[in-house]
């Protein structure tokens, strides 16, 4: 840039590394925040239309929910145009999302509490499990699934690919109900039900989680395992692994700097895809648990037809998502540069 | 392609289990030894010659309890899957000849579906619309849709950008001819695998809406609901979610199977690969479906 009898790029480029590198990393950033906002904008738009289509669909009525099954007609229609829901369907929809976009989800028509409060409440319990479950699941799969890509066509990698297909095809419920057995009611180590926050200390916490994240793990440990495998597997067979063993290095440098992060994208890949499996079945284990979460409240609201509570909840999982989807996007792009291109 | 199936291990076992587990939809019923809703004095009971898998907290017949409770899981799976077929599969062979307007609006629909927890969904939907597996399971094949769109869109668009296909084109054929003839029997195989594995989790949908009581009326038996009241009562009977828990993991681990043997055994390699796939390292992976535009 300021000399011109130099060479034009090998030079500069060595000038200001780091400046132009953090230039290009944050450019790149902002390139995969904007592809995703470019994907997720239109996603969230529909399925909030679809949400909010929903009470119209089921034609429930907090006047059902609050004057019981014989209420005359115009007790009926005086509480619908308390609740608003006498205006046009498009007006009432531009008014929720409006207040969406401020955080708020509108008031319960059971208990008439505010559904943001109660999200939020319920949210510290679900996501300390599912943050747990996800820490759990990528340990452990990462672990399993190099150890069997490593020793491949051993019995080691027979064996945990043996134990990958068992606990796969373990529902969240089935894994709920046998650590309640093995270790509440049969060893005494954890309790079985309840939850305390991480404000009464972090052992309460942690032994009131560990259950249902154990249970919630599962699944991703098989799948993280699962694709690990197969991807290091295949990255091992590529001509430039051959070549790297043919100049001499190392197998850990092989592993870590080719293999490794090659064999990466997949999995990641995988993560985001599970996350909403994740949620959906915190309203399992959170059942089986006794935790008053995310997910329990979900199941509550839609079983006494608290529509409101009900469309807050799906809105606060559709965002879930889609945020979870976003950052494991910027770790692709972080991991592997390539699997931004084409897609 | 089932004669083909059968020749591995895998397939065999995977048939044979679901074959067994067919067999139980459509006579369980009949093989229940009791009435599966008829209570007793004999509440708790261990497992004895008249109740082979003993008796429930109101003193009902389990086994009978889970004969008659497999027809609802069965059906549900079913229903789960061919509506996923249906809503999937004709988009997204579609979407590659529709023009771009056509394919843009199928990708975001599909992203959406994507993005929605399907068990929250699920559990949303019954309640509000009604309380019946059906409405629930239709809900769910319609969000898990998105594998056969991904599958059928990007088995037509290998064969729609192959050179037969331009040969045809050119030839004079029409598109809907060339579908028919070359495009449906290349997206078959990867549709096959998909249901497979969509019957597996439909199944684990049935049986967690049924284990949280969700879609049935309180009396009536599923594999689900008896491992939801055997929740309560585990200090007592520890060994009475086995049975069905057993069933259903079974279950979903044949389809799983059957999945994983139609894939070897399809395509143009299937034969060989039947024979080296010992020696294959690889031949667990699941391949995912070629990234076609989507957030994930």
């Known amino acids: 840039m300021t000399t011109t009898l130099a060479p034009p790029a090998a030079p500069a480029r060595r000038r200001g ?249 997949p999995a990641l890949a995988t993560l985001g895809l599970k996350f909403p499996a994740l949620v959906g079945a915190s309203v399992v284990t959170e059942w089986v648990f006794g935790l008053q979460g995310f997910g329990r409240f979900a199941n509550d609201s839609a079983q006494s037809g608290d529509v409101p509570a009900v469309q807050g909840v799906l809105v606060v999982s559709i965002v879930l998502v889609v945020v979870f989807n976003l950052l494991v996007n910027l770790v692709l792009a972080r991991v592997t540069p390539a699997s931004q291109r084409g897609v | 392609m089932l004669r083909r199936v059968l020749s591995l291990p895998a397939g065999r076992i995977a048939v044979a289990i679901l074959t067994v587990v067919a067999l139980l939809a459509v006579l369980g019923p009949v093989l229940a030894p009791h009435d599966p809703l008829a209570t007793s004095a004999r509440t708790l009971a261990p497992g004895s010659g008249t109740h082979p898998l003993g008796t429930d907290y109101l003193g009902r017949d389990v086994l009978s309890r889970l004969l008659a409770g497999s027809r609802v899981s069965v059906l549900g799976s079913l229903e789960v899957a061919l509506t996923a077929l249906v809503v999937g599969v004709v988009p997204g062979i579609l979407s590659v000849y529709l023009g771009r307007a056509f394919e843009w609006v199928t990708l975001r629909v599909v992203d959406t579906l994507v993005a929605l927890p399907f068990l929250l969904f699920a559990v949303a939907v019954i309640a509000l619309l009604g309380n019946g597996i059906t409405q629930a399971m239709l809900v769910t094949g319609v969000l898990v849709s998105p594998l056969f769109y991904r599958v059928s869109r990007a088995a037509t668009l290998t064969v729609a950008r192959s050179q037969y296909v331009e040969a045809a084109l050119i030839a004079g054929a029409s598109v809907g001819w060339v579908v028919r003839r070359h495009v449906w029997v290349k997206v078959l195989p990867p549709i096959a695998v998909a249901l497979a594995q969509t019957i597996g989790v439909g199944f684990v949908i049935v049986s967690s809406l049924t284990f949280l009581g969700i879609g049935v009326q309180p009396p009536e038996p599923t594999w689900g609901g008896l491992l939801a009241s055997d929740l309560g009562y585990l200090s007592y009977q520890p060994w009475a979610p086995v049975a069905p828990a057993l069933l259903i993991m079974a279950t979903v681990w044949a389809c799983n199977l059957l999945a994983d043997a139609i894939r070897d055994v399809s395509g143009e390699a299937g034969r060989a690969l039947v024979a080296h796939r010992r020696l294959r390292a690889g031949r667990r992976g699941r391949t995912e479906p070629a990234p076609t535009g989507g957030a994930s």
Do not use: C, K
Not at chain 1, 61 to 79: K, Y
Not at chain 1, 92 to 116: C, E, K, R, V
Not at chain 1, 117 to 132: D, E, N, P, Q, R
Not at chain 1, 140 to 163: N, S, Y
């Open chain 1, 17 to 265: 590394p780091t400046a132009a590198r953090a230039r290009h990393a944050l450019g790149r950033v902002l390139a995969t925040l904007a592809r995703s906002a470019a994907i997720f904008v239109p996603v969230f738009l529909v399925a909030t239309f679809v949400t909010f289509a929903l009470r119209s669909l089921s034609g429930l009525s907090p006047a059902r929910v609050q004057l019981g099954e014989d209420a005359t007609p115009e007790a009926i229609h005086r509480v619908e145009a308390q609740w608003g829901l006498d205006r046009p369907f498009l007006v009432q929809y531009g008014h929720w999302f409006g207040g969406l976009l401020h955080g708020d989800l509108g008031t319960s028509w059971t208990n008439g509490a505010d559904i943001s409060t109660l999200i939020g409440l319920g949210l510290g319990v679900s996501l300390s499990v599912a943050s747990l479950a996800l820490v759990i699941g990528v340990l452990a799969g990462f672990v399993l699934g190099t150890t069997a890509a490593l020793r491949q066509t051993t019995w080691v990698d027979r064996a945990i690919t043996g134990f990958v297909t068992l606990i796969s095809v373990m529902p969240a419920f089935v894994v709920g109900i046998v650590l309640v057995e093995a270790f509440a009611v049969g060893l005494h180590v954890f309790p079985s039900a309840g939850y305390v926050p991480m404000a009464q200390g972090l052992t309460p916490w942690l032994e009131h989680i560990t259950l249902p994240a154990l249970a919630l793990s599962f699944d991703v440990v098989a799948d993280v395992a699962r694709q690990l495998r197969t991807s290091l597997v295949a990255a091992y067979r590529e001509n430039y692994v051959t070549g790297a063993v043919v100049r001499g290095l190392s197998p850990q440098r092989i592993f870590l700097g080719h293999v490794l992060r090659n064999g990466l994208g």
